[in-house]
């Protein structure tokens, strides 16, 4: 059983909102750091948000104010809150599990990756 799998992924329009989940299993979530990072066609993986085990957060400039991450450690399950999308959200969105307390923006530090989940946003 894949560790993080996630889902909530869709076709919107501009302006709409969605929220994506990733369960994870096979462990105790809650000790852990929790990222999203996104890949859009043509491009590198990019830091989205993350969370730690004290519910700090910290984001990418570019989705501040519009995204929230929050996790329920009691359904071992991360979301990601997003709105007011934009046509430059669409990217295939993961979650990646760190097993250190310390939140990272490189995705090579992070252990655990889902499948993914495509997000399209039209204009």
């Known amino acids: 059983q894949a560790p993080l799998v996630e889902s909530g992924g869709g076709l919107l329009q501009a302006g709409d909102s969605l929220r994506l989940s990733c369960a994870a299993s096979?462990?105790?979530?809650?000790?852990?750091?929790m990222a999203w990072f996104r890949q859009a066609p043509g491009k590198e993986r990019e830091f989205v948000a993350a969370?730690?085990?004290?519910?700090?957060?910290h984001y990418a400039d570019s989705v501040k104010g519009r995204f929230t991450i929050s996790r329920d450690s009691a359904k071992n399950t991360l979301y990601l809150q997003m709105n007011s999308l934009k046509p430059d959200d669409t990217a295939v969105y993961y979650c990646?599990?760190?097993?250190?307390?310390?939140?990272?923006?490189?995705?090579?530090?992070?252990?655990?990756w889902g499948q993914g989940t495509q997000v399209t946003v039209s204009s």
């Open positions: 969370i730690n085990l004290l519910e700090l957060t």
């Open positions: 990646a599990l760190r097993l250190t307390p310390v939140i990272t923006t490189l995705d090579r530090n992070y252990d655990y």
């Open positions: 096979g462990r105790t979530f809650g000790r852990y750091v």
